[in-house]
C-alpha cells in the first residue's frame, strides 16, 4: 500500500478527514478489502491510545443509572391494558391529517379543540412546514406520545431521497444541547412517509421537531440541511 | 452479547466503562458532561450490538471508538458555540486509580494492558507520540494539530501516519 493512501487512513481513523477528501476516502474504503483491513488495523492501534488518558473514577452510581436506560429503552410490546394507546394515536393522526388536507387554514384551531378531549390529552401534535425552494408545500405532522416516548410521523410532497441519502427526524428537547435523534426513513416517489418512531434518547418535554437530509444511515448530530421544521 | 443480553451487557460495561469513563474525561475535562457521554455511548453500543463485527474489530477498539467519537462530537459542539471553559483544570485525583465499584479482575487486567501499551507507546517517537495524542484526545484538525505544533502540515501528517504504523506493529494483540 502506498503511503499517501497509509496517510490517508491514519487521519481517517482520527477523524482528521474533512469534506470531499473524507467522502472519496470512504468510497474507496467500500470497494477496497485491503484498504478496510488497514484501516481496520489502525482502529485497533488507535483505540490503544485510551488507556494513555490519566486514570479517573467512575462514579459508582452511574453504572445503574445507565444499565436502567438500556433496560427501560429496549421496544416491548405493548402491554394488555394499553392497547388502544397506538391505535389512538393512528387514529389522532389520520383524524389530524384530514383535517390537514380540508382546511390547512383552520386546522390549528381544531387540533387544540382536539387537544383538549381525553383521547389526545396526553399526545402532542406538531405540524412541519416545508423549508424547501423545490418544494414549498411539503409538510409534515408529528403525532408524539410523551408517555410512551413513542410517536407516528407523517410526510406528504416531500422529494423522494436518493440512494445515498436519508431524511432523519429530529425531537428539541431543552435538556440536551443538541435535538435527540427520532430516527432515519425513506420518503416513495410520490412524496408521502408514514412510520412510527422512538427517540435514541429520552425526550422529556419536545418542543419542536425537525427533519434533515443526512447521509445514508443517518448521523448523530444534524449536519444536513433542515427540510422540515415546526412545533 | 450481540442478543442484546442484559446480564452479558452488565459484564461489559463493568469491563470497558472505566477505561472508557477516563478517556471521555481526558477528552471532554468536565465531569458532567464525561457522564452524559458515557451514557450515550453504552446507549449506542447497546443499540448496535447486533452490527459490532468481531472479525473486524475488538470489542475494546469498537467500544473505544464509538464513545471517542461521541466525546470528540461534543467537545467540538462546545466549541463551535463558543462555550468552551477552561479546558484544562487542576486535578489532584487524576491519578487516584480506579473507582471503588471497579471488579479488582477488571482493574488488574487493564492495568496489564495499559502497562502493555505504554510500553508500546513510549516505543515511538516525541513527535509521534505528541501529534498522536493531540489527533486522539483534543479534538484538533489537521490545520490546529499543525499550528499548535508549529510543524508543518505535511510533517504532522506523516508523523501520524508513521506513528500509528508503529504502534499497530509493537501492539500485537493487545487491547483485545
Given at each position: ?18 469534506g ?10 467500500h ?7 488497514l ?5 485497533h492501534a ?37 392497547r388502544w ?9 389520520a ?14 384551531k ?30 409534515a ?16 410532497k ?6 445515498d ?22 420518503v ?11 427517540p ?6 419536545a418542543?419542536?421537531?425537525?427533519i434533515?437530509?443526512e447521509?445514508?444511515?443517518g ?12 412545533k | 452479547?450481540?442478543?442484546?443480553d442484559?446480564a452479558?451487557?452488565?459484564v ?6 472505566p477505561g472508557?469513563?477516563s478517556?471521555?474525561?481526558a ?25 459490532y463485527d ?40 487524576d ?8 471488579r ?7 492495568s ?6 505504554r ?6 517517537g516525541?513527535?509521534q ?7 486522539f ?18 510533517t504532522v501528517k ?13 501492539l500485537?494483540g493487545?487491547?483485545s
Amino acid at each position: 500500500m502506498n503511503e499517501p493512501l497509509e496517510e490517508q487512513a491514519s487521519l481517517y481513523v482520527f477523524g482528521l478527514l474533512e469534506g470531499d477528501e473524507s467522502a472519496a476516502f470512504e468510497k474507496r474504503l467500500h470497494d477496497d478489502a485491503e484498504l478496510r483491513a488497514l484501516v481496520d488495523d489502525l482502529d485497533h492501534a488507535a483505540a490503544a491510545f485510551a488507556h494513555n488518558a490519566p486514570s479517573r473514577p467512575l462514579p459508582p452510581e452511574l453504572r445503574e443509572r445507565i444499565l436502567g436506560q438500556l433496560s427501560s429503552s429496549k421496544t416491548v410490546a405493548f402491554p394488555r391494558r394499553g392497547r388502544w394507546i397506538p391505535w389512538a394515536i393512528a387514529a389522532a393522526l389520520a383524524l389530524t391529517c384530514s383535517y390537514l388536507v380540508a382546511e390547512r387554514g383552520g386546522w390549528r384551531k381544531r387540533i387544540a379543540r382536539l387537544e383538549e378531549r381525553d383521547l389526545l390529552s396526553q399526545i402532542q401534535i406538531a405540524s412541519l412546514s416545508s423549508k424547501l425552494d423545490n418544494a414549498p408545500n411539503a409538510n409534515a405532522v408529528v403525532v408524539w406520545d410523551e408517555r410512551k416516548q413513542r410517536g407516528i410521523l407523517k410526510v406528504t410532497k416531500l422529494p423522494a431521497n436518493s440512494a445515498d441519502r436519508d431524511y432523519q427526524l429530529w425531537l428539541v428537547d431543552s435538556r440536551y444541547k443538541d435535538p435527540v435523534d427520532g430516527g432515519v426513513f425513506h420518503v416513495a416517489n410520490d412524496g408521502t412517509m408514514n412510520v412510527p418512531f422512538q427517540p435514541a434518547t429520552p425526550v422529556r418535554e419536545a418542543q419542536g421537531f425537525a427533519i434533515s437530509l443526512e447521509r445514508k444511515g443517518g448521523v448523530p448530530k444534524a449536519e444536513g440541511p433542515i427540510v422540515l421544521l415546526g412545533k | 452479547m450481540s442478543a442484546g443480553d442484559d446480564a452479558a451487557f452488565a459484564v461489559f460495561y463493568d469491563r470497558f466503562a472505566p477505561g472508557l469513563f477516563s478517556m471521555i474525561y481526558a477528552i471532554l475535562h468536565d465531569p458532567k458532561e464525561s457522564e452524559d457521554v458515557l451514557q450515550d455511548s453504552f446507549v449506542q453500543m447497546w443499540k448496535r450490538t447486533a452490527t459490532y463485527d468481531a472479525s473486524r474489530s475488538s470489542l475494546f477498539t469498537w467500544a473505544v471508538m464509538i464513545s471517542r467519537h461521541k466525546a470528540i462530537d461534543r467537545l467540538r459542539s462546545r466549541q463551535r458555540q463558543t462555550r468552551l471553559v477552561d479546558a484544562v483544570t487542576a486535578e489532584t485525583d487524576d491519578n487516584a486509580g480506579s473507582a471503588p465499584s471497579e471488579r479488582a479482575d477488571n482493574a488488574l487486567a487493564r492495568s496489564d494492558e495499559r502497562e502493555q501499551v505504554r510500553a508500546a507507546l513510549a516505543q515511538l517517537g516525541d513527535a509521534q507520540r505528541e501529534a498522536i495524542d493531540l489527533a486522539f484526545f483534543a479534538g484538533l484538525t489537521q490545520t490546529q494539530i499543525s499550528e499548535k505544533l508549529g510543524a508543518p502540515l505535511g510533517t504532522v501528517k506523516a508523523r501520524i501516519r508513521r506513528g500509528l504504523l508503529a504502534l499497530r506493529d509493537v501492539l500485537g494483540g493487545v487491547s483485545s
